[in-house]
């Protein structure tokens, strides 16, 4: 590196060190500006005083003097704007009335929201029961969300009405994308490009022009869960899911299968658990119908498995006693505050 180069960063390093310090309004934004420029790890100082190792032997004196005068100006003018505020009256005055005794002000922490809280202690209880996380999409084409899953052509799920179709090009070529309605998506997505034996969950949104009240949302979470390998069956589903409950909600915890209809298991149950001297609705799950396992290229006779689909703010609703839906997504902080 040339040595006139190495000089003309210092340069340029001061005068807006200097420009920063004199505009920190607060000692809160001379902070920011000190760790930019004196920051001890990454520091702009630091950045520029690497340059040094690579100035030839012969300029490497003048380089090196160069770099202590800046560094002593830079800190210099950050201390200066540091008496400046602490002068200038304001939170930061050390006038007559401050009182060093006094409790310093505690920083307020902001915390995670509680439905993010749920998804990672869900993430963290299937991993130990050996299924790993997988990822799709959330403006999805028809196939996934509906052809792989066995939905035929003429069924309601693919109503207008109950979907957010997208305006896009795939739409006016009669391709229409959408946002995915489910995350029993991510199955055909993870089944495609994976041989089996599979076990994965898949946590993420999903959307539906359902009209808000105390347990819809038109965007909610779901988890989703599928396990494929030789000789799974619906005694695997129920202890998973058993498990699975009495992990999240602590204590014996009982599960009930009613039997209902999806077109992508057969058979279809509705998923219950014990829960406070009642049942508590989950989710849906089922073995997965042949005709899923013949869509992503899998023998159903060489292998079988089971699906399970949960609502992610209702499992979070029953965890914490929450009684409507629409208060995560308030924004309300003395809603929030409490988890
Ligand atoms: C499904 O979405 C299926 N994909 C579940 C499934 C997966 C079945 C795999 C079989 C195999 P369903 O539409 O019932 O099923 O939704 C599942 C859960 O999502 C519901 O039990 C409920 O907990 C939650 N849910 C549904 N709609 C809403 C909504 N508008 N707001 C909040 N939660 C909802």
């Known amino acids: 590196m040339a040595l006139a180069d190495f000089l003309a960063d210092l340069d340029s390093l001061l005068t807006s060190a200097n420009a920063a310090f004199a505009a920190a309004a607060d000692s809160d934004s001379l902070e920011v500006a000190r ?3 004196l920051g001890a790890k990454s520091g702009r100082l630091k950045t520029v005083q690497q340059g ?54 505690r920083a307020r922490l902001g915390h995670i929201h509680p439905i993010t809280q749920t998804i990672e202690q869900l993430k963290e209880i299937m991993g130990r029961l050996g299924f790993s996380v997988a990822e799709g999409p959330e403006v999805e084409d028809k196939w996934h969300n509906f052809d792989a899953l066995n939905i035929p052509p003429i069924h309601p799920a693919r109503s207008e009405l109950d979907n957010f179709y997208l305006a896009t090009a795939e739409k006016a070529a009669g391709e229409p994308m959408l946002l995915r309605s489910q995350t029993s ?52 589903l129920k202890s998973v899911l058993r498990l699975f ?9 009982h599960i009930r299968f009613r039997p209902s209809f999806f077109p992508f298991t057969e058979p279809s149950v509705e998923v219950d658990i014990s829960w406070q001297g009642g049942w508590m609705e989950m ?21 079988t498995g089971f699906a399970f689909g949960l609502g992610v703010e209702r499992i979070c609703m029953s965890r914490h006693q929450v009684t409507d839906i629409r208060e995560f997504y308030r924004n309300d902080v003395r809603f929030l505050e409490q988890f």
């Open 35 to 37: 760790v930019e420029f």
């Open 283 to 303: 989710g849906g799950a089922g073995m997965i119908d042949p005709n899923v396992l013949r869509a992503v290229g899998y023998d159903p006779d060489e292998v």
């Open 245 to 253: 409950a009495s992990s999240f909600l602590g204590g014996d915890v």
């Open 52 to 105: 040094l190792g690579k100035i030839d032997k012969p300029d490497k004196p003048a380089a090196g003097k160069k770099l202590n005068e800046v560094k002593k100006a830079i800190t210099a003018a950050f201390e200066q704007a540091q008496q400046n505020l602490s002068a200038g009256g304001g939170e930061d005055a050390g006038d007559d009335g401050f009182d060093p005794t006094l409790p310093g002000r």
């Open 185 to 236: 998506t991510v199955q055909i997505r993870v089944m495609e490009k994976t041989p089996p034996p599979v076990r994965i969950i898949s946590l993420g949104r999903v959307y539906r022009p359902d009209t808000a009240d105390a347990t819809h949302y038109p965007m909610f979470h779901q988890i989703e869960g599928l396990m494929v390998d030789r000789g799974v069956t619906m005694a695997d």
